[in-house]
């Protein structure tokens, strides 16, 4: 090719591309912005629980003593965690033998905190005081058999627990419930969004956007046990009720005229 139709190629080309640009961006400017459909929407889902944590505590003092005594302190607080141990010990067997696996068992750290109380008439302790430890181990039995629970109960009442806090409810595959309320959320926007485009004589378009406004809150139910129920848990009905889970989203449509 000589030098002549070589320059006179470029020249054809670089008109051809000059032509094209302006062309490009009068199309980009004449484009507007498609009309958008957002939506919210939140759901509710109550889900039954199947798993249960039993709450307890055992405990023991210490005589209460003057302040400023503290030849047998050490001793007495010696004392005291060895029978706390041992009433532990036999916690924990009592439970096994009701068919409780140990892994489902779990005690807590030992815990010692003083306690003040008032001292007998014509005491010599200073102001009336006196002073004591106690020494306080919890305890949680896991139970994935919720008919189970009177008989649990029945086992820590012989234990002789100084204290029963509560039942906590839970469910055992908690993921597919916050999914199931999360993909519950969804629908209920889409079904929003269609009813809304009805009724202003639209078509939806693509989804252009998903976000959630409220990701889904799980809270694992807690019952708390009156003196009755502990004075006579086999007799008591603990009904778990129902634990529930919400979720919520935005969600945008592009409108189709």
Avoid: C
Wanted: glycine share 6%; net charge negative; no cysteine.
């Amino acid at each position: 090719m000589s030098s002549k139709s070589s320059l006179r190629l470029r020249y054809l080309l670089l008109g051809g591309l000059l032509a094209v640009i302006p062309l490009t961006g009068t199309t980009a400017q004449a484009e507007e912005p498609r009309a958008r459909l957002d939506v919210q929407a939140e759901a509710q889902l109550d889900v039954v629980p199947d798993r249960a944590t039993l709450n307890a505590r055992l405990w023991e003092r210490t005589p209460a003593v003057a302040r400023h005594d503290d030849d047998t302190g050490a001793d007495a607080l010696r004392q005291a965690r060895d029978r706390l141990e041992e009433r532990a010990s036999a916690l924990i067997r009592t439970l096994e033998e009701a068919g409780v696996e140990r892994d489902d068992i779990s005690a807590g750290s030992l815990s010692v905190q003083p306690e003040y109380v008032p001292a007998p008439r014509q005491s010599d302790s200073d102001n009336g005081t006196l002073m004591r430890t106690r020494l306080d181990r919890p305890f949680q039995v896991h139970v994935d058999d919720l008919d189970r629970l009177p008989q649990l109960l029945d086992a820590l009442t012989a234990a002789g627990v100084n204290a029963m806090d509560g039942i906590s409810y839970d469910l055992a595959d908690r993921d597919a419930a916050l999914d199931e309320a999360l993909v519950k959320a969804l629908e209920k926007a889409r079904h929003k969004a269609e009813l809304m485009a009805r009724a202003m004589s639209v078509s939806l378009g693509a989804v252009a956007s998903i976000s959630e406004t409220r990701p889904p809150i799980y809270m694992p139910r807690m019952m708390a046990m009156s003196a009755d129920a502990r004075e006579s848990a086999g007799q008591a009905d603990y009904r778990p009720g129902t634990i529930v889970i919400e979720a919520g989203v935005s969600v945008s449509w592009e409108i189709e005229n």
